[in-house]
């Protein structure tokens, strides 16, 4: 478990990991970066009154690193992430071991169930689990089970992580993704069930959500600088709306400022520019408008600023990119350049499922264990 100023959530998403009607040995690693507030206090309680937790110091801060200081101190076969504002239901545990075992997946994970507190984070949570909102993933919207490009949080065959060599502590942003990605390069297979879902508290402030999307847009241009076979038109249209929305305005207040002295035909020319900000605005109105129906009166009112601060700050974060000297040159491949293979099964998974029955047949094995 990642941590950093968790402080209003670290406690319960420990209980929940502690809680779990496991048949196997348990311990959690939280790796806390410094914070603000009292998260590194309560962690060592937590620590002092159950030995199944376990603290270690994070001072870079950084998600994929805490996530592979974490790893590191694990002693485990599975390893499970979760995070401090995340909160496993019950038999979470049991179920993605068992799917580990049976799928002979590297990474197997549910949906991301978005639980806002007020009608903010209400309309945070209805725009995260719409196509509109976030995209198509199914850990975001649903869809059925199987191989999938990647999964909210993962849980993971300890030999898998170690092979494509854990997470790259390059990417500050997206570093899951980036890892999904590597496993299936490397013949392994990510897979999805929308049966498990995990707890989530959005962020609670529009400023809050601006900074996230825009540091998740600008992390993602990361990705594709390095990666290019992975753009989509999923991850292209915010930007492309981002600049047709931000040219349409300058060019309409360049309409409005030459209006009193360009020719008639110029300025209305110049105006059309207006069309590109208004007709987003008013598409997202409608859609929202539809897609809220059953939330609160406030939450609905929130919904389009909602929706409008995810496309835009992602899509501003993604032509903003990450400063130049954080950027890792890109070596050149010395032969052919492999792309992920399809989403179906790992080569060898059937094989791998048989081998872990055979073993379960002819010898009285110990509980199965997680990290």
């Known amino acids: 478990m990642p941590v950093l100023d968790e402080e209003p959530y670290l406690e319960e998403s420990v209980r929940r ?48 690193t805490a996530l592979n200081l974490a790893v590191g101190a694990a002693s485990h076969d599975f390893v499970v992430r979760v995070d401090a504002h995340g909160f496993l239901p019950d038999g979470y545990l049991h179920e993605v071991v068992k799917l580990l075992e049976v799928t002979g997946a590297a990474n197997v994970g549910g949906m991301m169930r978005v639980e806002g507190e007020d009608d903010f984070g209400r309309a945070v949570a209805r725009a995260m689990t719409s196509p509109l909102g976030i995209g198509g ?72 959500l601006a900074r996230q999307f825009h540091g998740s847009g600008r992390w993602r241009r990361e990705i594709v600088r390095l990666h290019p076979e992975t753009a989509s038109l999923r991850y292209l249209a915010a930007p492309v709306v981002t600049a047709a929305i931000t040219l349409g305005t300058l060019v309409g207040l360049l309409g409005l400022a030459v209006l009193p002295v360009a020719p008639t035909w110029l300025a209305a020319v110049l105006l059309v520019g207006w069309l590109a900000p208004l007709g987003y605005g008013g598409g997202v109105l409608v859609a929202t408008a539809l897609m809220g129906r059953g939330l609160p009166l406030r939450a609905r009112l929130w919904l389009p600023v909602v929706v409008g601060v995810m496309h835009l700050a992602w899509g501003a974060g993604f032509w903003r990119s990450i400063p130049q000297e954080r950027r890792r040159l890109r070596q050149r491949p010395t032969g052919p350049r492999r792309t992920p293979p399809p989403l179906e099964p790992s080569p060898g998974a059937a094989e791998r499922r048989s081998a872990r029955r055979r073993r379960d047949d002819d010898a009285a094995r110990g509980p199965r264990r997680a990290a």
């Open 17 to 64: 990991v502690l809680d779990q009607d496991y048949e196997g040995e348990v311990e959690l690693v939280l790796a806390i970066a410094p914070s603000q507030d009292r998260t590194a206090e309560i962690a060592e309680r937590l620590a002092s009154v159950d030995r199944r937790v376990r603290v270690v110091s994070n001072p870079a801060g950084r998600t994929p």
């Open 137 to 208: 993933s199914r850990f975001h919207v649903g869809g059925q089970s199987g191989p999938a490009r990647t999964v909210y949080l993962g849980a993971f065959r300890r030999d898998a992580l170690e092979k494509v060599g854990g997470f790259d502590e390059h990417f500050w942003r997206a570093q899951d993704w980036e890892l999904n990605y590597r496993l299936r390069l490397a013949g392994e297979t990510v897979w999805f069930t929308p049966d498990l879902s995990v707890g989530y508290r959005p962020r609670r402030t529009p400023k809050a």
